[in-house]
């Protein structure tokens, strides 16, 4: 066997194995969109056919009115559970950004006392599992008040997603030469003018990247927001899409409907950043 048929049966077999992961990763969401607009009879015909010969958009409508006649009453609570998801989590994604951008920036460039010991507590909250801080967390929020309420899930969405800000960043940050600030410093700018006026700009993928991957932690958490809601005012809309069921059963396709939906926000945000994702993950600025 030559080379050249060597290299070709490994571009043959590279494209195959990137066929088989899409095909997992978007089979799956394909089927909850056709879910989504067919009838209750098609998804449970057998034997089971991959497109509907009755598609609407009844359910859409559904939806997104709350004028929903089956036994559940979820699809009148949808709209009200999609405000308050969108409400923490972009309240969670601006607070966590403005501190933790600062935060990771102060522990890459300067040198203070306990600094490595600091740092090293911030990552040891990343490794401990939720279910372990649950009930510490639902004791105080009980004694402070806060239980079924938006705040009470920003506040706690910030316990993990600033720590996992400050760890991104600062390898970014890490990554941009000392030389850029020193520059800045000469001309005559002080520190803050030269982390606003040259680190950030030349980390806005970064931040970008940063930024997305913080509003979709807090737009796909579940156990927290099931734990500390409990009424239509705060629960949030993973927590919601669990109850488009009743004592009849779960309502498939009002729950594949639900997911296309609650799904729309982080997909865009991802296909139209999707740049920045990239050129974030895969790059600094200027290297050292």
């Excluded at 709350?66 to 699809?75: E, I, L």
């Excluded at 970014?172 to 982390?195: K, P």
Aim: aromatic share 14%; with cysteine.
């Amino acid at each position: 066997m030559n080379i050249k048929m060597k290299k070709t049966i490994k571009k043959i077999l590279l494209y195959l194995m990137v066929i088989g992961i899409m095909l997992a990763v978007l089979l799956p969401y394909i089927w909850l969109i056709i879910s989504s607009v067919s009838k209750k009879v098609d998804i449970l015909e057998v034997p089971l056919k991959l497109f509907s010969n009755h598609l609407t958009f009844e359910n859409y409508k559904n939806i997104i009115l709350g004028s929903s006649n089956q036994t559940t009453d979820a699809a009148s609570r949808f709209m009200t559970a999609f405000k308050n998801s969108t409400i923490v989590s972009i309240l969670v994604t601006l607070i966590s950004m403005f501190i933790g951008v600062p935060a990771a920036y102060a522990f890459s460039r300067f040198d203070f006392k306990s600094k490595l010991f600091f740092f090293n507590s911030i990552m040891f909250l990343q490794m401990i599992p939720s279910i372990a801080l649950i009930i510490p967390m639902y004791m105080i929020m009980i004694k402070f008040k806060l239980l079924d309420q938006k705040l009470t899930l920003v506040i706690v969405y910030l316990s993990f997603i600033l720590p996992y800000i400050i760890w991104i960043m600062k390898g970014y940050f890490d990554g941009i030469s000392w030389e850029l600030e020193e520059a800045a410093l000469v001309d005559g700018c002080n520190r803050f003018q030269a982390f606003y006026k040259i680190i950030l700009p030349v980390s806005s993928s970064g931040i970008a990247t940063t930024t997305i991957f913080a509003f979709i932690m807090s737009w796909n958490e579940f156990f927290y927001a099931l734990n500390f809601t409990y009424t239509t005012s705060s629960k949030t809309l993973p927590v919601l899409i669990t109850e488009f069921s009743s004592k009849f059963g779960t309502d498939y396709i009002l729950t594949s409907t639900a997911g296309v939906i609650a799904s729309i926000p982080p997909v865009l945000l991802s296909l139209i950043f999707q740049k920045y994702i990239v050129s974030g993950l895969s790059s600094g600025a200027v290297k050292k």
